[in-house]
């Protein structure tokens, strides 16, 4: 231990790099002695220490270090490291395989899809149905919408008979134009179109407006009221897009006909008569039934990827919007590939729905 009562210590000025000394008092040497004192028994392993030592003046003193055994202490550094890396590499050896690895977005968000329909089927059957917001969905779903829809269908319906009535007329096959447009109408082209009409227009307003819930947490304030989200907020939703889908599609279907007929009379002078009863033998039963389920099946598909994607919407407004897009786009796919699925279990073999239509 240093007994002296004065320290003297190189002090680096700012001034052309030169060295100057500093003389201290005998208590400011106690201190330093002292502060020397406990870091060597702390660390047992220095017999003096190094500080820094703030002058009035804003200039460092650095003072001399004299390190005891400093193979001791690089030998103890080099095996305090190694006892570390080891039992890091336990702790990952111990960790399940697994434990880090975290699924997709895509992924839980299509789980979570599977488990709300769930939900909704379950509650509907209890009757746990919140009848005001179901009627204020129905009207934001149906009436709402029936414009845009029916002005679709109407020029769907004209194009299809541009397309079919200049082909047939050249082969003298007039009188099986009814049958062939009442056919891709009824069975593909009204479902379909509606629900890519309802997909961009409602599936988009249900998940940017439970997006934007989610991320304000009013959802959360549902739970805090005991309101469960899925009953007040989910299953409204989902029943009255798959009650309004259908007749929708119905209304869609009529006036697509309508205009088909219209055009074909006024410009191929092709009689309104003629294509109408050749609609009549084409069209069964089981195609309007066919059409209505497969309009129901699209309005779950509809309600519930969108409400999903909006109740898991994370990241503010921009994660709002990212959802909105995702939900649309995953619907749409969602609904062709349902509706090759349905198609294939609902028209299975030979039709004979042309030859009747030919009479």
């Known amino acids: 231990m240093v007994g002296a009562t ?32 406990k870091m060597h028994h702390r660390r047992g392993l220095m017999s003096e ?74 509650r509907s059957i209890r009757g746990r149905v919140h009848v005001r917001n ?39 096959l007039t009188r099986s134009v009814g049958g062939v447009l009442s056919l891709a109408l009824a069975r593909e082209l009204s479902p379909v179109v509606t629900a890519i009409i309802m997909a961009g227009r409602v599936g988009s307003a249900f998940a940017a407006e439970l997006g934007t819930m989610q991320v304000s947490e009013q959802t959360d304030t549902l739970r805090v009221l005991r309101t469960d989200p899925v009953d007040y ?9 798959c009650i309004s889908l ?6 869609c279907f009529s006036v697509a006909m309508a205009a088909s007929v219209l055009l074909a009379d006024s410009v191929y002078n092709v009689s309104s008569n003629i294509i109408l009863e050749s609609a009549a033998r084409a069209l069964q039963p089981w195609d309007l039934i066919s059409t209505s389920i497969k309009s ?3 309005g779950g598909i509809i309600s519930i990827v969108s409400c999903t994607w909006g109740v898991t919407t994370l990241g503010g407004a921009k994660g709002v919007g990212e959802s909105t897009t995702s939900a649309v786009v995953i619907s749409l796919v969602c609904i062709f590939i349902a509706d090759f699925i349905l198609s294939w279990l609902f028209f299975q073999g030979a039709g004979d729905a042309l030859k009747a239509a030919m009479g």
């Open 246 to 251: 259908p007749i929708l599609t119905v209304m």
């Open 296 to 298: 129901v099946v699209f």
């Open 6 to 37: 004065e320290i003297e210590a190189p002090l680096f000025s700012g001034k052309r790099g030169k060295k100057k000394s500093c003389c201290y008092s005998r208590e400011e040497s106690v201190r330093f002695q002292v502060f020397s004192h």
């Open 134 to 172: 179901t009627l204020q969905q129905l009207e934001l779903v149906g009436p709402r919408s029936l414009g845009v829809s029916l002005l679709t269908a109407s020029f769907v319906g004209m194009v299809f008979t541009i397309q079919f009535v200049r082909e047939f007329a050249r082969l003298g």
């Open 233 to 241: 907020l989910v299953t409204p939703r989902v029943i009255a897009s």
């Open 49 to 122: 220490t190094s500080s820094l030592i703030r002058c009035s003046r804003g200039r460092t003193l650095l003072s001399s270090v004299q390190v005891t055994d400093s193979s001791s202490f690089a030998s103890l550094w080099i095996r305090g490291r190694q006892q570390g890396s080891s039992s890091k590499e336990e702790e990952v050896q111990s960790k399940p395989f697994l434990a880090n690895w975290k699924p997709p977005r895509y992924l839980w968000r299509a789980l979570a899809a599977f488990i709300i329909a769930g939900q909704v089927i379950i």
